[in-house]
């Protein structure tokens, strides 16, 4: 507990960097509380002194250029130390240290991707307490933002270019990742109709969870994501991760995309009417460019995000030995 | 000297237009076409008034049921795609149809040429032609969001807005066709303001209001031209393919933001600075005293206006500038403070001493001061660099804007139209029921905004159609708040027009203000005034102000009875609202009537 917050304005920090900017953000709302007093009192207080009365005449108004010149530039040197405070930190968030260990992350329409220094990517985020870690960010399609309000931290992923933010995580916990930067939302199907809450993705929606654990935990999570598991394991957890249970079913049962029963090896007709065996080439195609050949009846361009770049050969590989196990009958 | 009638380009054109010039504006001809075609500024005013006040609407009602929405989590009452139309359509129409052309539309069009002693704008044809401008904007800009479904917020932020690209394209051009009836209308009040002032009305002795809207318009001539350059890059990068906002060409999305930034940051002062134009009339007349520190408050505006240029990225800070614009644009962001608290601090020292009203009106400059100081003092938290980063993109965000644009321009709009609604139409509002509808928006604005702050910097992202648990009491109290504000903005709706049907005819200076628009009848006469006014004190100067100028009540109940606006049934009548200059003797109104309309310019003119 805040002794400096009474009002609850921040949430827990769980940064070292939070500790900067909670102390300046509740400098700020204590200079304001004063500022704004002192004004509406003093507004209030002559509203009703000198509220008009029969026969009363105002005073006509004086000159008094010292009390304009201060209230002019006396704020200046607040306003100097202001900045001051609030660059200072912002360099300190701007600069990681030369040991922070980068991770790698991704995101797209609606959704993340961490790859860790292994290799290995998951789409929760893992985050070891008392080291600084590098996020160096990348945006598939459209503008995103990185937003942790318990490490305050915010950096949007730009399409075209790398940024990156960094934080040293204080106290375990699990807390949200959250999209700032609108990137849109979609919650209807391809003719318009009107898909269930559930089903309704965007921008709100565009969150992971964080997992904030000790280094030994943290090591374990490492040593047991992806490994030695057989490929099909992985893929099923891939199927998962990358989001594909929302679209693909499979148990058979039609859902926005084709179910992945009996998917593989299977013959399918083309929008365009031609027919297609399910095949690796095929899985790989449409992983990557989804809109490259659509299925009969599903929409056109496909609803599904390129995973070009955030899936790579061993994960399609995994995908595709998941698939086979997924048998029609 | 006597009272001359200044020259002015067209004028007896315009009156031949409009009719008899010493009727009521409001009567100086009638039918439909007399309002379509109108060069008078008063009218094209209240076609503007009109306009911006459906835009309000309609855009008051999608913030109403985007409010709804987020009452509880999940699904109430719309899906996430219409909740993304919709806060694009709530952004884009209070932004560009009605915050930027409200006040300089309205009141700018009506109080500028009677503020300083004129007859007309500098170009009553240019005026007319502005607001039908604003008419094809608006509707193309309208058409566009509705029918190519642009979900993207009024920022319309690339890449994003590339698969509605040609619905952005039509959208912008919509707004860049707006912007010229902006850069008209601006054009229009330099001119004026510069060469048609009357006798005696120098720079130092122009009021307040309308400093500031000298302050906007030159905005407005200046910056909208970027908006042109916006719309003609993303022509180029659509039809042509030049890569320039669109990275899967090779283009920046970050450079479509400082564009975009680079107009629409100008455009917020654009909206405020009209708003404090207005509000140092209120004052000024809600206390009864000359402004205290008038060259600083004039300047300010000034200054405000070209800090204006030089503080976009800003709006930034996340985005993936280099440090040093970073920098570089936090400084300048802080120097925003200096002329705002000049302002605030000025507007509150104005009150010590004075003889404070407690109007409608003048409540609403209270309120302006309360809401307009919390607006800027939580932009120090934004403009300090590493608290933005938490803050930016966050409800804290929306709080913010919201307190500066609605809780500092609406206010001084609302305050305005209580203030100038019996010199509008010539009749009395309900004060009992004026005060009761500002407290209810007061309040209710309070309670939307307030907590928005508190879930914003707890970290509650902005345009989210859905939010986590810890966030639902803020909501519910917000959306609770739109509901009081709401029904404070339909009873302002309900008793501005029942005085506009069957309220109590207005004396023509009801409040005892002093600057120069209740120096003539209320409503005006076409020409504003019967004679052009000589100018001998500076606007507020109450204490020179003789008492028949500050006289509450109808001028045939003046002490004494030589009240200049009195109008004895035998005749003498017709004085205008030179009373600066001890009102000459004025010809008969039946006389004038009768005279020729180009000897009556020159007739005073001795």
Known sequence: MNLFDPTFQLPEPMSTSAGHIDELFYFTYWLSVVFFVGIVGAMVYFAWTYRRRPGVKPEPTGHNLPLELTWTVAPIFVLVLLFHWGFKGYMDLSIAPVNAEEVRVRAFQWGWDFEYKSGESDSVLHIPVGRPIKFVMSSNDVLHAFYIPEFRTKRDLVPGMYTSVWVQATEPGEVVLTCAEYCGGKSKDQNGAELPFEQFKGHWAMQAKVVVESEEAYQKYQDGLGGNKPPEVRGRSLYEKKQCITCHTTDGSKGIAPTWKGLYGKTETLSDGKQIKVDENYIRESIYEPSAKIVQGYASPSVMPTFKGTVKDTDIDAIIAYMKTLKAQ | ?606
């Not at chain 2, 884009?92 to 009677?114: K, R």
């Not at chain 2, 000359?290 to 405000?304: H, N, P």
Request: glycine share 10%; proline share 5%.
């Open chain 2, 1 to 606: 000297m006597a009272a001359v009638d200044i020259p002015i380009a067209g004028g007896n054109a315009h009156d031949d237009a409009h009719g008899d010039p010493n009727l009521p504006y409001t009567r100086a001809k009638t039918g439909w076409k007399s309002w379509a075609y109108t060069l008078d500024h008063k009218r094209i005013a209240w076609l503007y008034l009109t306009a911006v006040s459906i835009a309000f609407l309609a855009g008051g009602m999608f913030a109403l049921l985007l409010r709804i929405e987020l009452f509880t989590r999940g699904k109430t009452i719309i899906d996430a795609e219409t909740y993304n139309r919709f806060f694009t359509l709530h952004g884009a129409i209070m932004v560009f149809l009605f915050i930027i052309p409200s006040i300089p539309g309205s009141f700018g069009n009506f109080f500028i040429p009677i503020m300083i002693g004129a007859k007309d704008v500098a170009f009553p044809r240019l005026n007319m032609l502005s607001f039908y401008i604003y008419v094809v904007g608006a509707t193309f800009a309208l058409v566009s969001i509705v029918v190519g479904a642009v979900d993207t917020g009024w920022t319309f932020y690339t890449p994003y807005s590339l698969h509605t690209a040609n619905a952005v394209i039509a959208m912008v051009f919509g707004v860049f066709v707006l912007g010229f009836s902006s850069i008209l209308t601006g054009l229009n009040f330099l001119v004026t303001v510069h060469t048609m002032r009357a006798p005696g009305m120098t720079w130092a002795r122009l009021p307040l209001f309308v400093w500031g809207m000298y302050a906007t318009a030159l905005i407005q001539v200046l910056a909208t031209p970027v908006l042109a350059i916006t719309l003609l890059l993303l022509i180029f990068e659509r039809f042509f393919g030049a890569g320039i906002f669109d990275p899967a060409l090779g283009g920046d999305p970050v450079l479509f933001q400082h564009f975009f930034w680079f107009y629409s940051h100008p455009a917020v002062y654009i909206m405020i600075v009209p708003g404090m134009a207005i509000v140092s009339e209120l004052i000024t007349s809600g206390t009864r005293r000359q402004i205290f520190g008038k060259l600083a408050v004039a300047a300010s505006s000034i200054g405000l206006a070209i800090l204006g240029f030089l503080v976009w990225g800003h709006h930034m800070f996340t985005a993936g500038m280099s440090e040093f614009s970073t920098m570089l644009f936090s400084a300048l962001t802080f120097l925003v403070a200096i002329p705002s608290g000049v302002k605030v601090f000025n507007w509150t020292a104005t009150m010590y001493r004075g003889s404070i009203s407690f109007q409608t009106w003048s409540l609403y400059a209270m309120a302006f001061i309360f809401l307009f100081s919390i607006g800027g003092l939580t932009g120090l938290f934004c403009g300090i660099l590493s608290v933005d980063i938490h803050l930016h993109d966050t409800y804290f965000i929306v709080a913010h804007f919201h307190y500066v644009m609605m809780g500092g321009t609406v206010m001084g709009f609302l305050g305005g139209l209580f203030y100038w609604w019996p010199k509008m139409t010539g009749r009395l509002y309900n004060e009992t029921l004026g005060r009761i509808s500002w407290g209810l928006v007061f309040v209710g604005f309070n309670v939307t905004f307030m907590s928005q702050f508190i879930m914003g910097s707890r970290g509650m992202p902005r345009r989210y159609y859905d939010y986590l648990p810890q966030f639902e009491p803020f909501h519910k109290a917000s959306t609770i708040g739109s509901w009081i504000l709401a029904s404070g903005l339909f009873l302002t709706a309900y008793i501005l027009i029942s005085a506009l049907i069957n309220g109590k005819k207005s004396p023509p200076n009801p409040w005892g203000a002093s600057t120069l628009e209740w120096q003539t009848e209320s409503p005006p006469v076409l020409t504003n005034f019967r004679t052009t006014p000589i100018i001998t004190r500076d606007p507020y100067d109450f204490h020179l102000a003789t008492p028949a100028e500050v006289w509450e009540g109808f001028p045939e109940d003046f002490p004494g009875g030589n009240h200049p606006l009195a109008r004895p049934a035998t005749g003498a009548a017709g004085t205008a609202g030179d009373t600066h200059a001890k009102a000459d003797v004025k010809k008969p109104s039946t006389e004038e009537k009768t005279a020729d309309k180009k000897s009556t310019a020159k007739k005073d003119d001795e």
